[in-house]
């Protein structure tokens, strides 16, 4: 369940299957989410714990039985459910940004009740919101194990407010310098299929652009781990997706479609392949939803008469 990354990094990837308490041979699965667990030794630090209070559980057993560890500080990058609602399994102190912790306080109420509805009583059973009472800043260095982290901010990009932890060899011990530099991406960078949520296009092609010129030898994100040579692909990967949904919707408004119009002949694009053929619909859904909220910016640059983000090259062919 645990895979070890590096001997400071380790990460679990959701789903997380939960036996139900109302059946004893029941198995629910929980919503998908990455858990990293930072440190050696007796104490790790975990960024983005889960989405429930059996989950948080779950790894903190799993940690002291396994490990003879136990975890002392908690990170959530974002304020998604699937990462910050498993804050209540652990008595530790949570440290966020700011604005992670503000859109937690307007969101996180109605999502654990979204959820409760969704998964049902026994599978959210003990779940409550912790809030972060600890604020990182954009610069702040955290030492955990022998690594040292510096606090990226990245705004209006996969949320309103994204936490990136990046590891840079330089100044590290011989043997972390060895290993090379590492990025923790939170939501900005996805294995499995972007979420364009509460942030912008426009501010997450930045922020993937920032992730690249860290120049990373390592890359965790959701559902991906990335090593030497695989990073600056990852980045590219879900950079191009951001450009060719802004360039759809750029292309179809020059056509003098609406968006209604726009859309009709969306299908997600075949470089970013459903974990499997039960899940594609699912993918469908999520691919309209980017799209949508891609065409509210690009029809707004449109209007405004703004020129193409030059980041994503040259402006979208028009083709009737």
């Known amino acids: 369940m645990l895979q070890q990354v590096l001997p400071d990094v380790a990460v679990v990837h959701g789903r997380w ?12 699965a929980e919503p998908l989410a990455t858990t ?18 059996h989950v948080g559980q779950a790894l903190h057993k799993s940690l002291w039985c396994q490990q003879g560890a136990r975890v002392t500080a908690l990170i959530n990058t974002h304020a998604h459910a699937e990462q910050v609602l498993a804050n ?12 992670t912790a503000l859109a937690m306080q307007r969101r996180c109420p109605q999502c654990l009740a979204s959820l409760t509805r969704e998964l049902g009583e026994a599978a959210m059973q003990g779940t409550r919101i912790v809030w972060p009472q600890i604020v990182l800043h954009e610069g702040q260095w955290l030492q955990i194990g022998e690594r040292a982290w510096r606090v990226q901010e990245m705004r209006q990009a996969h949320t309103e ?40 296009v426009l501010g997450w092609l930045a922020a ?24 600056q692909p990852a980045l590219q990967r879900q950079f191009h997706y951001l450009c060719r949904i802004l360039g759809h919707a750029w292309s179809r408004l020059e056509l003098g479609q609406s968006e209604a119009e726009g859309v009709q002949d969306l299908v997600p694009p075949l470089d970013w392949p459903a ?43 028009v083709r009737r």
Not at 89 to 98: D, E, G, I, T, Y
Request: glycine share 10%.
């Open 88 to 99: 209540s399994a652990m008595a530790v102190p949570v440290s966020a940004l700011a604005g």
């Open 17 to 28: 299957p939960v036996a139900l308490s109302s059946a004893a041979d029941a198995v629910h």
């Open 36 to 53: 990293v667990v930072l440190g050696q030794g007796a104490e790790r630090t975990v960024v983005d714990p889960g989405p429930s209070h």
């Open 208 to 231: 993937l652009d920032r992730l690249k010129a860290m120049q990373p030898d390592w890359l965790i994100g959701q559902h991906l781990v990335a090593g030497p040579q695989q990073v």
């Open 161 to 200: 407010n994204d936490l990136v932890l990046w590891s840079p060899p330089q100044g590290m011990s011989v043997k972390a310098q060895r290993q090379g530099g590492v990025v923790l991406a939170g939501g900005l960078v996805d294995g499995r299929w972007p979420v364009l949520a509460q942030g912008s």
């Open 275 to 317: 974990p499997d053929a039960g899940q594609m619909q699912a993918w469908r859904q999520q691919h309209l939803f980017n799209q949508r909220r891609a065409w509210r910016e690009a029809e707004q640059l449109w209007l405004d008469q703004q020129d193409w983000p030059r980041a994503c090259g040259s402006v979208p062919d």
